[in-house]
């Protein structure tokens, strides 16, 4: 680790979390969790994973929602998502990687050789996986700083393509076996396909809670929420998030909402948000609108369907992880009509009024995937705009005069329906 370096990350976060979450008005107390386990990201989460590995646990680092965490818990390892979500670690990811490349990946691949991510500096493996061009070619330049083993996504959704990826969930165990020294057993991987679809329905839970006409959470903390997901331990994320779930529904009974009835529901979909980016859901929700709902996989793709749980045998195990995982709609896919069909489903489900189509800046597959969305939007007639934004702050003011003239926009539908 750098800890001169690291101590400079540490700095600004505390300032930056006090200003976009702890401003907010009204938030349920179950957040002090979420505040608390923020507080504590380099703290004692970190404790918690060398307490692990001095029981020989080893730690197994991820960065897209397709690696399997329920064979990384099978084995006996912790897995813990790794996506870099802050422009801090973009000039080191520089130093290896074109500029023109995707800010989660610069970052990621920054976080690891700047020495500062002590959850990189914890894992004894990383697993990339073949979904983006730009990520593939960062498995090879972090490979010389830390051992990468990478899952080969099809890119297409075939049977002889879910037969592949059953073939690299067992190449992923055979490495995780020989790793570790554990074994993956029917038993073993049956809890934790349990454990993980728990997880699952928990996040189903609390995005449920945000169907409602009256919003007990913000987008803001919803989003907090799935972020923390990927890198708490499962079984006290699940705990605590029931918690908060049973306190948004005694809300809801009560009519309480943390936001304006009139403010616009707005159903974000597009690329991930990796902690700590948090910069679109902040000016949204400080521009008049309300998030209600992530089509992305740090939102609905992380946790909409369940693995089956009654496969006999490993093997029947295995293909129904399979079957589960490759219902993802990521826009490696082609075609990935299923993603359309879910916007328009979330959309209706949720009660929006309008999407934001989000895009990290050089992330071809979801801005070219934009044509096909908007097409399919027109056609429904759900109103969209396109927000491509890094991790820096700069543009900021620009996206909230494009967003305020956005939500003005469905006011006015809004007020013409009302007077049809
Ligand atoms: S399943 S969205 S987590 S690949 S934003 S790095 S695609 S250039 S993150 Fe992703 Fe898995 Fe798909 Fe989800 Fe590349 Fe695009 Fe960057 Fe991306």
Redesign the pocket.
């Known amino acids: 680790m750098d800890l001169e370096k690291h101590d400079q990350l540490c700095e600004v976060l505390p300032q930056f979390y006090e200003e976009i979450y702890l401003s907010q008005e009204n938030r349920p107390e179950g957040m002090n969790y979420y505040n608390f386990v923020v507080s504590e990201v380099h703290g004692l989460r970190i404790k918690e994973l060398v307490d692990h590995k001095e029981k020989d646990v080893k730690v197994v680092g991820t960065?897209?929602?397709?690696v399997p965490d329920e064979v990384i818990n099978a084995v006996g390892a912790v897995g813990v998502g790794l996506c870099g979500g802050s422009d801090f670690w973009e000039p080191d990811g520089e130093k290896v990687l074109p500029r023109n490349s995707?800010p989660?990946?610069k970052a990621s691949v920054g976080a690891k050789i700047s020495g500062t991510c002590p959850y990189f500096q914890s894992c004894d493996l990383i697993v990339g996986?073949t979904?983006?061009d730009?990520?593939k070619k960062a498995w090879e330049i972090l490979d010389e700083y830390i051992p990468v083993h990478v899952m080969d996504l099809p890119q297409m959704k075939r049977e002889k393509d879910n037969l592949h990826w059953q073939d690299e969930i067992k190449i992923f165990i055979d490495k995780l076996q020989a790793m570790t020294g554990n074994k993956v057993t029917e038993e073993k991987l049956a809890q934790s396909i349990s454990l993980i679809n728990e997880r699952r329905k928990v996040l189903k839970r609390l995005y449920d809670a945000r169907k409602s006409r009256k919003l007990p959470i913000s987008g803001k903390d919803a989003l907090l929420i799935s972020q923390i997901a990927f890198y708490d331990d499962p079984d006290r994320f699940i705990q605590k998030t029931n918690e908060l779930c049973d306190e948004l529904d005694k809300r809801i009974s009560d009519d309480i909402s943390v936001f304006n009835e009139a403010a616009p529901r707005i159903l974000v979909t597009g690329?991930?948000m990796a902690i700590p980016n948090w910069k679109l859901h902040h000016i949204i929700e400080t521009s008049g609108g309300a998030v209600v709902c992530e089509e992305s996989?740090t939102g609905t793709?992380y946790f909409e369907n369940l693995v089956d749980e009654n496969a006999a045998t490993l093997d029947k195990q295995i293909e129904a992880l399979s079957n589960r995982y490759l219902n993802?709609n990521?826009?490696?896919f082609t075609p990935n009509t299923g993603r359309i069909e879910d916007i328009i489903r979330l959309y209706k489900e949720y009660s929006a009024n309008g999407v934001v189509y989000f895009t990290?800046p050089?992330?071809q597959?979801?801005a070219a995937e934009f044509k096909k969305v908007k097409d399919a939007l027109d056609k429904e007639g759900i109103p969209m705009i396109m927000i491509e934004t890094g991790y820096s702050l700069q543009d900021a003011g620009q996206i909230k005069t494009r967003l305020e003239a956005f939500f003005e926009m469905l006011e006015t539908n809004r007020q013409a329906a009302i007077s049809e």
């Open positions: 960065f897209c929602v397709f995707c989660l990946v996986e979904t983006c730009g990520k690329t991930p996989c793709r993802i990521c826009a490696c990290l050089f992330c597959t979801y």
